[in-house]
């Protein structure tokens, strides 16, 4: 573990959500931290925004592994509870299918899961979803510990454990997860609810790992949890811990160059001109800007970086209706979280990631929060609408165009259809409407194309071609969605632990509070 000068001056590239969480951790420390944003908020993708009487979770819709962000807290200050109020949802989601059936997951109890299953779709159905978590258990229990929770260095080091081959079986690198759902789960609809936790890292099942698999354990063994005010106000907490601690922001001030000798990082250079000096940066921006943009010209250190960042698949993107319901005592009630399912899902990734165009007929991800504080109007409702979209690129090639408004007006229209006509009334509530597409999201977050997610998981080697948290430029750190271990609120939160761990403790830090 390196261990820096007493008076180290951390430099952070972005305030989205792992970049606070590193900051945090390293101000606790010993060392002097300022964050630069190049936007006027903090808190990256993980925004809750207010329209009218409505507010909308526009990024994540749910915190799953609180634990992690409990450590976060516990780790720098008050703990998570104090600053925030989870509300376990359950059922975590209800899965409706074409075919008219329906099946709601309990959250925190696979005992109510599988009765769920049975009544649905018989015993052996719950049986066979059963047998699949018992798998993804292990699966988490084998990868948790040098896939998610550490530095990964290279795929040669996980050759060094006295385990490998055991592990690798459990793990089976050369399935994808729709492999493993066609061979454990003869249930299409079970398939279609494995396939969809791909989408989790931005992903195709067919080329996703099967581990990805575990998300679904992850997320029936430690809950899904909404955040009281919406999953945005989890930004506002981090941003105060910072504050509180004495992390330095400048907001609406994008960095333009990190500067380096061709070893190591000598600092960064701002758009408004300054130069800063630092041994230390940590870099909350996706990959691609900080290897091809931020740092320009050939660096021989960083041939084999860019060579595997170049080599990736960038995750899918989303399109977003943010609805505002108008109370209606006769409307059919939601669950937190509604899916519904097309008659062809393997359409939705063919769309996306072969023919690079919209789906015409996607699944549909209706987040309903049932929190009073997210409406100003008693009876009132917040609807989150997503569909997976392929990324935004303006000439067309290797994406959409997500320019044409006429385009997207329709196709949110046509969303809406597509709703009703599975039994959710909403044109005759609408007070908001409106919508965010890709080219949305890389204009706010710099997320290039719209990507949710950074890099996908799509291939068995995709997590080695992730950005690594430690660069081969020396005194430089990846955090956040497209470094290590992947994008999604509780990996991103490792990340920021992984990285804050990296660079270590000044010899002035003080203990941390338990």
Request: hydrophobic fraction near 35%; glycine fraction near 8%.
């Amino acid at each position: 573990m390196e261990r820096p000068d007493p008076v180290s001056h951390v430099l952070v590239i972005g305030a989205g959500i792992g970049g606070m969480c590193t900051a945090a951790r390293l101000k606790k420390a010993g060392h002097e931290v300022t964050v630069f944003e190049s936007s006027d908020h903090v808190g990256g993708k993980c925004r809750t925004e207010w329209i009218g009487k409505y507010a909308f979770d526009t990024g994540p819709s749910l915190l799953t592994l609180p634990a992690v962000y409990r450590d976060f807290f516990q780790k720098t200050g008050k703990h998570l509870g104090q600053v925030v109020h989870l509300d376990s949802v359950d059922p975590s989601f209800d899965y409706r299918f074409s075919d008219g059936t329906n099946v709601k997951f309990a959250n925190l109890s696979r005992h109510k899961t599988l009765e769920a299953i049975t009544d649905s779709y018989g015993s052996e159905s719950a049986n066979q979803w059963d047998r699949i978590m018992r798998r993804a258990e292990r699966m988490w229990d084998v990868s948790r510990e040098p896939f998610i929770e550490s530095e990964l260095t290279s795929i040669f080091s996980l050759f060094k454990r006295p385990t490998v081959l055991r592990d690798l079986f459990i793990i089976s690198p050369w399935k994808s997860l729709r492999s493993l759902a066609e061979e454990l789960l003869p249930n299409r609809n079970l398939r279609y609810i494995l396939d969809r936790y791909a989408t989790y890292s931005g992903s195709d099942p067919r080329s996703a790992p099967s581990v990805l698999a575990t998300i679904a354990f992850v997320e029936e063994a430690f809950g899904a949890w909404h955040i009281q005010g919406g999953i945005g106000s989890l930004s506002v907490a981090i941003h105060q811990r910072c504050v509180d601690l004495g992390v330095a922001f400048e907001l609406n001030t994008p960095v333009s160059e990190i500067n380096h000798d061709g070893k190591k990082v000598t600092g960064i250079t701002l758009k408004d001109g300054r130069t800063l000096s630092s041994d230390i940066v940590v870099a909350n921006a996706d990959a691609s800007i900080v290897y091809d943009v931020l740092i320009t010209g050939k660096v021989r250190k960083l041939r084999m970086t860019r060579s595997r960042l170049h080599r990736t698949t960038p995750s899918l993107a989303g399109f977003t209706l943010l609805l505002g319901l108008r109370p209606d005592a006769d409307a059919p009630p939601l669950e937190h979280h509604t899916i519904l399912f097309p008659e062809n899902y393997d359409q939705e990734f063919d769309s996306i990631f072969t023919e690079k165009k919209p789906v015409q007929d996607p699944t549909i991800y209706i987040c309903a929060p049932k929190d009073v504080h997210m409406v100003k109007t008693e009876g009132g409702l917040s609807l989150s609408v997503l569909v997976n979209a392929p990324r935004h690129n303006p000439e067309g090639v290797d994406g959409w165009d997500w320019n044409n408004e006429t385009f997207n007006r329709e196709y949110a229209s046509k969303i809406i259809d597509l709703i009703e006509a599975r039994g959710i009334p909403i044109r005759n509530r609408l007070e908001v409407f409106e919508y965010r597409t890709p080219a949305d999201l890389e204009r706010s977050v710099n997320a290039p194309g719209g990507s949710i997610y950074g890099t996908s998981s799509n291939g068995a080697r995709a997590a080695f071609l992730r950005a690594r948290n430690r660069s081969a430029l020396k005194g430089l750190y990846c955090v956040g969605g497209s470094a290590h271990p992947g994008g999604g609120l509780p990996l991103v939160g490792l990340s920021a632990e992984i990285v804050a761990n990296a660079i270590g403790r000044t010899k002035n830090a003080s203990p941390e509070m338990h």
